[in-house]
Antibody, heavy 120, light 110 residues
């Protein structure tokens, strides 16, 4: 059974960089059929796609966040990572990683999510 | 990239049918048959309910169905049950390898 687990600091200071890791177990991150994505959800609000990465390292970002986002992949560790720079309180959210199916453009497996709060 | 438009809330009684709309533009919903729908219960991760507009993943009840007309996609839940009470989100491919979500709809089962 595929499982995704997000990890990283739960508290980040304004203007600093948010860094999260997603570890995939029960399947290979190097599958040609899938991207691996990050989605976030501010408290009480809706979902926002941040970006996705292919095992080869090709990345696709939400245009509204592109200038601050970097997603990377480590196939040896079966992990993807998210870096979001110059954070503000508006970046406070639950951050999910999810498997993003290439052919059908949907997220079929999700991690449980991790809350990141931006505060001094 | 603006969010897709969903009603903030819908409600229905057990056994009834409800429909949630998801309105986009000719740049996303209208151009691709790549709309997906997600169910999210409180404090839980979203769950895929419909993909490619009308297809159900294995294990999802056939009470859930999806359709599209022009720039608007729809999710219909028939035979409403108490456990269907949740938030529902649509998501569409928007070209250039980007995706956009709807604002979400809270379904209340009366």
């Amino acid at each position: 059974q595929l499982q995704l687990q997000e990890s990283g600091p739960g508290l980040v200071k304004p203007s600093e960089t948010l860094s999260l890791t997603c570890t995939v177990s029960g399947g290979s991150i190097s599958s040609t059929s899938y991207y691996w994505g990050w989605i976030r959800q501010p408290p009480g609000k809706g979902l926002e796609w941040i970006g996705s990465i292919y095992y080869s390292g090709s990345t696709y970002y939400n245009p509204s966040l592109k200038s601050r986002v970097a997603i990377s992949v480590d196939t040896s560790k079966n992990q993807i990572s998210l870096r979001l720079s110059s954070v503000t309180a508006a970046d406070t959210a639950v951050y999910y990683c999810a498997r993003h199916r290439v052919a059908t453009e949907n997220f079929d497996y999700w991690g449980q999510g991790t809350l990141v709060t931006v505060s001094s | 990239q603006s969010a897709l438009t969903q009603p903030a809330s819908v409600s229905g009684s057990p056994g009834q049918s409800i429909t949630i709309s998801c309105t986009g533009t000719s740049s996303n919903v209208g151009s691709y048959n790549l709309v997906s729908w997600y169910q999210q219960h409180p404090r839980k991760a979203p769950k895929l309910m419909i993909y490619e507009g009308s297809k159900r993943p294995s294990g999802v009840s056939n009470r859930f169905s999806g359709s599209k007309s022009g720039n608007t996609a729809s999710l219909t839940i028939s035979g409403l049950q108490a456990e269907d009470e949740a938030d529902y989100y649509c998501c569409s491919y928007a070209g250039s390898s980007t995706l956009v979500f709807g604002g979400g709809t809270k379904l209340t089962v009366l």
